[in-house]
């Protein structure tokens, strides 16, 4: 996994967005500058809507399911 835009590879700085025009389809950014770059808007993503990957010290279900 790696950010869409810079490359970024860090899973602890990674999250991902929502496409406005198409519900269905998301973006893995970097936290820092990458979702907030004015140069990639066209794409029509809200940056308040950045989700980290890791939450409560593991990546979320639909990155990593839970081991059993």
Avoid: H
């Avoid at 950010?3 to 970024?8: K, P, T």
């Avoid at 519900?23 to 993503?45: F, G, N």
């Amino acid at each position: 996994m790696e950010c869409y835009i810079c490359g970024n590879a860090n899973v602890f700085v990674l999250g991902f967005v929502t496409i406005k025009e198409a519900e269905e389809s998301t973006v893995i950014l970097c936290r820092t500058p990458c979702v907030e770059d004015k140069q990639y808007m066209d794409l029509e993503w809200d940056p308040k809507t950045w989700n980290p990957l890791i939450q409560e010290k593991q990546f979320i279900n639909w990155i990593a399911e839970k081991p059993s």
